[in-house]
Structure formats: C-alpha cells, structure tokens
C-alpha cells in the first residue's frame, strides 16, 4: 500500500505543483509565483523520467555531480515559465552578495543574488544580472531579478549571517550549508 502511495505522489508531482503561501513559523513565500515544471526531490526527480538514470542533472539537494566527486549544494526549481521568470524574496532581508555564479557552454553570463533572512540566507542562483547591490534591503517578495536561460532557479540555503555560498560541496557537507527540500515542499505542495 505504501509504495501505491508514493507512487501516486510521485506522478502527481511530475505533472503538477503550484506555489502556495508557506503556513510554517518562519513566515516565507514562494520564490517565485509560478507552477514547477518538474518535481525536486530525491523520489519523485529520479522517478518523474525527466533525467535519466545516473543522471548528473537531477534537481535534488545532494544529488551527486562530477561523477559523485562532487554533491549539488542547493535544490533546482524549474517554473513553467522559464528563462525570464521573475524570482521574489522569499522573506524581507539584506543583500549580502551578488556576483557571477557561472558562465554557460552558450557564454551566457548568469548571477546569483545572497540575502540574509535573519535566520537564514538564500543564495537565488542562476539569474539574469540583477539590478541589487550589497546592503540593499528588500522586503518580502520584492522582485530580485529574472531566471536565465539555464530556465531554472538554483536555490541553496544557509545559516543566517552567510556571506558567501559555497564554491562546490566536495567531501563533508560544509557546516553552514542547509537542505531547504522541507521548506520548499510547504511552499510548493499539490493543489
């Protein structure tokens, strides 16, 4: 009965999830006003048939990369609206960093946006260049910037005062590095 379960979870996670008002004590909304194209957990990314098996894309904290050299320091949030979407704060904060996050096989530049919530920090990753600067504040769902070509928003979590992410996760997790899979499964669940 329980596999018939998750089963199920996991076909209606690839084919729907909406963005929803968070009902959790630390008071957050969606990154991002828009329904996921696909699904990023562990189960339901690996069994959606997006990636394939051994796959070195899956969306997923932790995911291996670089032939498991390497682990996937935040979660991938794919909306349906893709490159341009636009990517909110998910909590008033400050802006502790924004810099290139990685140039693409295309040249395509893209950008990363750190903001300090409080009592976490969330690296928006893979954006357009954005218009913030270090010390902006912003308010809960302020527009940050616009997801890039890459059609996706990489988000990683860490402890609050983080003032830089990670280069790459390779051996033991770093110590400041948080999974945000819960958070996000609050904000985006089924309808």
Known sequence: MLRLITAILIMMTCFSNTARSSSLDLDVVAPFDAELK???????????????????????????????????????????????????????????????????????????????????????????????????????????GQISGTRQLHLEMYAGGAKTWTSGWYGAKPGNLLDPTSLLLQLYQHP
């Open 38 to 144: 696909y699904p990023f957990t562990k189960e339901a990314s690996v069994g959606c048939g997006r990636w394939g098996k051994g796959s070195q894309d899956y969306p997923y904290f932790a995911a291996p990369r670089n032939k498991g050299r390497r682990r996937h320091a935040g979660v991938d949030l794919y909306p349906a609206g893709g490159a341009g979407t636009v990517v909110v704060a998910m909590r008033g904060g400050v802006v502790t960093r924004v810099a290139p996050f990685y140039r693409r096989a295309n040249g395509e530049m893209t950008y990363a946006v750190l903001v300090d919530h409080g009592d976490f920090s969330i690296n928006y990753a893979e954006l357009k260049r954005p218009g913030l600067h270090p010390g902006t504040e912003v308010k809960q769902g302020q527009p940050l």
